[in-house]
Nanobody, 124 residues
Framework: QVQLVESGGGLVQAGDSLRVSCTAS????????MAWFRQDSGKEREFVAG????????SYEDSVKGRFTISRDNAKNTVYLQMNSLKPEDTAVYYC?????????????????WGQGTQVTVSA
């Protein structure tokens, strides 16, 4: 069982930056592909960004490319999502997820463990 705990959400204005973090309890954190998803009320959970086990590969949803950066520190069991130039449409609950697979999956159904989520609200 892996426990994921997100932190760093909040209320910001359009154009601001915010970094959310996710710390895992897994002793073998480096064995997991990690990803960030988001879900706004009434909408499906969507892929935002993913990172490979050793951090050498990343993947982003088109609307966040060039604005968001995912990274990980395996020594600290933590994955980060740096969000710059935030827009009101980025408002959502942001979830981190881990997968025992070997590739960065887009579908949330292929992730094994989930955090409780952290709210990010961007005002216009």
């Amino acid at each position: 069982q892996v426990q994921l705990v997100e932190s760093g959400g909040g209320l910001v204005q359009a154009g601001d930056s915010l970094r959310v973090s996710c710390t895992a309890s897994a002793r073998t954190f480096s064995a997991y592909v990690m990803a960030w998803f988001r879900q706004d009320s009434g909408k499906e959970r969507e892929f935002v960004a993913g990172i490979s086990r050793n951090g050498d590969e990343t993947s982003y949803e088109d609307s966040v490319k060039g604005r968001f950066t995912i990274s990980r520190d395996n020594a600290k069991n933590t994955v980060y999502l740096q969000m710059n130039s935030l827009k009101p449409e980025d408002t959502a609950v942001y979830y981190c997820a881990s997968s025992r697979g070997s590739v960065i999956y887009i579908s949330p159904r292929l992730y094994d463990y989930w955090g409780q989520g952290t709210q990010v609200t961007v005002s216009a």
